[in-house]
């Protein structure tokens, strides 16, 4: 009955067209002052303390970082390094559109980022080249999801500060923690390249029946001078995951190392980005920034109105008292995620979500490391199709698209992807195998 009252007071707050993360800062407020003794001014407090956690310093710096990145010209050379490795195939800039989106997704953490950066250069040059504009479209908007899945991703690191802290046991007993933002990169590294080469196919297949054109076969001289011009975009990749692994830095330090080294190398070494330009950017940025802070504060709060009121215990030991074993509670999740991604962004939902999925995962014997990204891809199919996908309104503003007809266009990679999601869902080493052979796990 609690729970009921408090979902149903958030989806009605929601349904007048309120913002998401004050429909939840109202609905604890109401909830506590109405139903409980709990002093309000708990939620103050709560207020300042939900975001006092370092790693959420990661989520300002990555946005930071992929802002620079969008704007100094790194994605241009990302797009021609990749044109001139696989160009010369069936869909030749479809392929080299599908091979830029996952090297900037390793450089930016944002999906949005990744669609604006690679599609606003390659989608005119297809349309130039004879590629119908709905093919074009289907593949950067699909592959431009991939910015969330492979590693930095700032939904990762989002689905990690709020599991953090949550008293999870197994079914053992035993106490289970947390996946840290370091298991979560690493563990994003072989789904991420697994999708990106399913995304690659898909878009082989539709140009080879279709016979979409081809560039000319690029000599090794010439790749060998793309990439040395987009090395230097690449090098952040080593940075941020090397760094990562070898304990050089933590996730946030390298958050803010990857948002230093983007600033140098868009002003002072590809001088694409103008130091008047900067201002600019950083506004962007702290604009962003403050949009996704204060919905992570709200979404602090609702948690601890969940904890509180024992919902996301009690709701683990329903289950396992009524039967649902591991396999039916993840078809179950997966469903409700896709149907919460029909009418909210992605950051809402893992804030909403994860804590009160987590406890009652860990419950059955889940992993929380391959919980985290069966999340990430349910969030990344949700990107992708209505009607609040932002991949697809983002990808809409790019080439003029109506939603519908792009909703169409995305079809056949949307569907590659929800086979993809399954195999994530059910086959659990394709997660955790990488953090495990690097002694993460």
């Not at 370092?54 to 994605?75: K, R, S, Y």
């Not at 010369?88 to 950066?117: E, I, K, N, Q, R």
């Not at 030991?317 to 896709?338: C, H, K, T, Y």
């Not at 009418?343 to 406890?359: G, H, K, N, T, W």
Request: aromatic share 10%.
């Amino acid at each position: 009955m609690t729970a009921a009252i408090i979902f149903g007071g958030l989806i009605a707050l929601m349904l007048t067209g309120m913002p998401i993360s004050i429909a939840l800062g109202l609905t604890v407020l109401a909830f506590m002052y109405l139903m409980t003794s709990v002093p309000v001014d708990t939620v103050a407090l709560k207020l300042f303390t939900g975001i006092e956690k370092f790693e959420i310093m990661a989520i300002p710096f990555f946005i930071l970082a992929g802002n620079f990145l969008t704007h100094g010209g790194v994605a241009k050379r990302m797009i021609n390094f990749a044109s001139s490795m696989v160009g010369h195939w069936y869909g030749g800039l479809g392929l080299a559109g599908v091979m830029a989106c996952a090297l900037f997704a390793a450089v930016s953490g944002s999906s949005p980022a990744t669609v604006v950066a690679i599609g606003s250069v390659i989608l005119p040059a297809m349309v130039r080249q004879g590629f119908p504009k709905q093919f074009g479209a289907g593949v950067i908007t699909t592959s431009g999801a991939l910015g969330i899945l492979i590693p930095p991703s700032i939904v990762m690191v989002m689905y990690s500060v709020a599991t953090s802290g949550i008293t999870a046991t197994g079914p053992d007993g035993k106490v289970v923690s947390a996946a840290s933002v370091g298991q979560l990169f690493i563990a994003g590294v072989i789904p991420g390249l697994i999708l990106a080469g399913v995304l690659a196919a898909v878009t082989w297949w539709i140009a080879w029946r279709n016979d979409y054109p081809r560039l000319t076969k690029a000599s090794w001289g010439e790749r060998l001078i793309t990439f040395r011009k987009a090395a230097w975009g690449l090098l952040l990749i080593v940075i941020v995951i090397g760094g990562i692994y070898t304990g050089a830095f933590t996730p946030t330090e390298a958050a803010a190392m990857s948002a230093v080294y983007a600033f140098v190398i868009s002003v002072f070494v590809y001088k694409d980005l103008k130091l008047s330009d900067v201002p600019r950017v950083l506004l962007s940025s702290a604009n962003m920034s403050a949009m996704l802070l204060y919905i992570i504060t709200n979404a602090v709060l609702f948690s601890y109105l969940m904890t509180s009121e024992n919902i996301p215990q009690a709701l683990g030991e329903w289950m396992v008292n009524s039967g649902l074993n591991w396999w039916m509670f993840l078809i179950a999740v997966n469903l409700l995620l896709l149907a919460a991604g029909n009418f909210m962004e992605p950051s809402s939902i893992v804030l909403i979500m994860a804590p009160i999925l987590f406890p009652v995962a860990i419950k059955l014997g889940i992993d929380p490391v391959h919980f985290g990204i069966m999340i990430v891809v349910n969030m990344e199919v949700g990107m992708c199709h209505p009607p609040v996908g932002l991949n697809l309104y983002v990808a809409s503003g790019i080439t003029r698209m109506g939603i519908t007809e792009l909703t169409v266009a995305v079809m056949p990679w949307l569907l590659a992807m929800l086979v993809f999601l399954l195999f994530i869902t059910y086959v659990p080493a394709i997660s955790t195998i990488l953090p495990r052979m690097l002694g993460m796990m």
